[in-house]
């Protein structure tokens, strides 16, 4: 059994963390854009990540009124802050505590065969990966990180409340005001030129990379994992 706590971060916290204003953070909030709470505010992970959203539109003059008001809680600011949070918590300094070592509640991984980490390195290396980088990445101690980040983060994201969604590389905001998440950028603009997505600005968002600079920006853990006994 797994106990998962989140770090909170206050205003203050938030605001060198995401470069919004704690004087900023309470219009935001005033105006329905972040949720109201009782007694002193904190963040989570998912609210720092919401508020990373937030700041990286309005940067690019898209405001709350358009990415922040919630709808059904879907709003472009809660669905970004997903794909950030899906992202962060792949590195293993996301977590604290016993997250390398609590018991695995899932079936064990069966050994890679060397003809399977052959093919495997065949793979990669027509994706332009050397085959000593790929060796690192194909061993047993990735391969255990990579089942533990990925159960972990799942557990993560359901405490905070987000959706329950895998989220690609890439979100974008398409011109007819849809919005899809992509691995692939050239696949997704391979479309008809009558595309109506097309037809207008485009808005995409690296969320690895916001991901990763939140995760730096606030030098912390967002999550301690505490193993009990069953």
Known sequence: MVQITLTQFTPAQAEKITGIS???????????YLAQSEGHARFDGFGLARLLAIRALSD?????????KADESQDIATLCATGILWALLDWVDAYEGDHKTFAAPWPPSRPRSEDEMKLLIEVGQRRGYSESDLR??????????????EWLKKQVIQKMGARRVIP??????????????????????????????????????????????LLSRAGTAFAHIEAQQD
Request: hydrophobic share 35%.
């Open 22 to 32: 704690v004087d900023q953070q309470r219009n935001l909030r005033r105006h329905g």
């Open 60 to 68: 690019r003059g898209i405001g709350p009124s358009l990415t922040a």
């Open 136 to 149: 690192k990445m194909l061993d047993e101690s990735s391969r255990d990180w990579a089942e533990r980040s």
């Open 168 to 213: 690609a590389r890439y979100f974008i905001w398409w011109a007819d005001g849809t919005h899809t998440w992509e691995h692939d950028l050239d696949a997704s603009f391979s479309g008809s030129a009558h595309d109506p997505r097309y037809e207008g600005a485009v808005i995409i968002l690296d969320q690895e990379a916001m991901g990763s600079r």
